[in-house]
């Protein structure tokens, strides 16, 4: 059973005389372990999408199942469902970590003694323990959203919802908490990151979904996508310029030399050039690849032209 099966979502916001389609078409589905990065331009109506399923904002058509249950009439749902949305305001600031993992362990159906052991373990993990007496106004922003996934944690969901994790954290932090969103994924979780931090979502995610006007555009396995996108030429670095009669063999099979560096774009050239080049010294040979940001424009971009 899939731990998030959302599909065909709309949502429609009427204000005034007005109304504005967010979210015109979102299907998404989780398996255990799997970590989907749910990315869109400012506003493609992920926070909405994430937000119905969160069982915050009611949506006008369309199913969620959190594990079978549905957030929106079966309360039961949520007990499988931990998020930390729009920043780290799911945290009180006047609390200290200890505090604020009991308080919510509480609300979210432990009893206080549960609370408290699994506050202590999750501290202990996410080494804060040091830090559970300071109130949360005195932590660092990266121990601040390492606390706020704790606590979205305490009561071990089977979903996580992460809207921005690494947003203003610095390169250490935001390794711990990319490290800390595998192994949680690893555990046999479910996790939703949404973040306009590209990079991250690339080292992160199994599968990416791009929604753009409302609909997804895009889902597919990470990796299959960037390979979509990634082009076959290959580059070919030399320690030093071609003699002219190898660059007259590579000229004949059309391949382009510039200065020290070769261009090739039929791959099924590869082996041939590099006999051509033997044993001439090669200081690289690397294949054009698309990251998830060449990705990310090139869809948006199709579907502004669109
Ligand atoms: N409460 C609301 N009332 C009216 N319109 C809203 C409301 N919340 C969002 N919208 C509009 O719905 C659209 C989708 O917004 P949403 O916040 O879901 O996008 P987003 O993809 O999360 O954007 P961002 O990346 O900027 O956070 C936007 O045009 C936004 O202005």
């Not at 990151?193 to 992160?204: I, P, S």
């Not at 690849?289 to 669109?306: C, E, H, M, P, Y």
Request: one cysteine or more.
């Amino acid at each position: 059973m899939p731990i998030l099966n959302a599909q065909n979502l709309q949502k429609c916001y009427k204000t005034h005389r007005k109304s504005l389609m967010a979210v015109k078409d979102v299907s998404l589905q989780l398996a255990a372990g799997e970590v989907l990065a749910f990315l869109g331009p400012n506003g493609a109506g992920k926070t909405t999408s994430i937000k119905m399923i969160a069982g915050l904002i009611q949506p006008d058509q369309g199913n969620i199942r959190i594990l079978d249950l549905d957030p929106h009439r079966e309360p039961e749902a949520l007990k499988h469902l931990g998020a930390v949305l729009e920043g780290n305001r799911n945290l009180y600031w006047r609390l200290t970590p200890e505090e604020n993992l009991e308080y919510f362990g509480v609300l979210r159906g432990l009893t206080r003694k549960q609370a408290r052991q699994q506050g202590r373990r999750l501290l202990d993990r996410f080494e804060l323990n040091h830090k559970r007496k300071e109130t949360i106004q005195k932590l660092s922003r990266g121990m601040q959203q390492k606390v706020a996934i704790a606590v979205a944690m305490v009561h071990d969901p089977k979903l996580l919802l992460l809207d921005e994790p690494t947003l203003g954290l610095d390169v250490e932090a935001t390794e711990t908490v990319k490290r800390l969103v595998r192994e949680i994924a690893s555990e046999g979780r479910g996790i939703v990151l949404t973040t306009h931090q590209l990079d991250v979502a690339e080292a992160l995610s199994d599968r990416v979904a791009i929604i753009n006007q409302g609909s997804i555009v895009t889902e597919k396995p990470t990796h299959e996508l960037i390979n979509q996108f990634s082009s076959s030429t290959y580059r070919i670095a030399l320690e030093e310029e071609l003699d002219s009669d190898r660059d007259s063999k590579l000229e004949y099979l059309g391949i382009t030399v510039t200065g020290k560096q070769i261009t090739l774009n039929n791959p099924e050239l590869l082996y041939t050039v590099l006999d051509i080049l033997r044993p001439l010294p090669i200081v690289k040979v690397e294949k054009d690849q698309a990251n998830l940001t060449d990705v990310f424009l090139q869809v948006v971009q199709a579907g502004r032209n669109a």
